[in-house]
């Protein structure tokens, strides 16, 4: 399912205890060692109305590749502000963060989903687009 342009990513869940993650990430080539403020702008699209329980949307900036679900991001509920059930929706998200690159330039952006109640579901995630601003040294 494509919002805009010619493919989105499907981040599917079998959410078996609750409890699971998924997410996607990418690292990024910044100047070493110095802070950067990062606006993470996406399309979701989502079937998550009114009548179903929201699962979490996952959305930082890390230093190192997330590997464990504690290392990401809470940002949102997953709703698509439908009060009825229409299937999938695609709703913009905005979400502006501070981060440090490592020695090495690096810094990994990760978006993803947190499935908080049993079922399966899939989201899309489209049209994504990243602004780094480096951090003043006096900043």
């Given at each position: 399912m494509v919002h805009s342009g010619a493919g989105a990513a499907a981040l599917a869940?079998?959410?078996?205890?609750?409890?699971?993650?998924?997410?996607?990430?990418?690292?990024?080539?910044?100047?070493?060692?110095?802070?950067?403020?990062?606006?993470?702008?996406?399309?979701v699209g989502s079937a998550?109305?009114?009548?179903?329980?929201?699962?979490?949307?996952?959305?930082?900036a890390h230093t190192?590749?997330?590997q464990t679900a504690a290392e990401l991001t809470i940002q949102d509920a997953s709703g698509n502000g439908s009060a009825t059930d229409?299937?999938?929706?695609?709703?913009?998200?905005?979400?502006a963060m501070r981060a440090t690159a490592d020695e090495e330039g690096r810094l990994f952006l990760a978006i993803g989903?947190?499935?908080?109640?049993?079922?399966s579901r899939t989201y899309f995630v489209d049209n994504v687009h990243v602004l780094f601003t480096r951090v003043s040294l006096g900043g």
């Open positions: 869940l079998d959410n078996t205890n609750a409890t699971a993650k998924v997410w996607m990430e990418k690292v990024f080539e910044v100047q070493p060692g110095r802070a950067h403020d990062i606006e993470l702008s996406f399309d998550d109305w009114a009548g179903a329980e929201e699962w979490r949307l996952l959305a930082g190192e590749s997330p229409d299937g999938v929706v695609f709703l913009e998200k905005r979400y989903l947190w499935g908080t109640t049993m079922g």
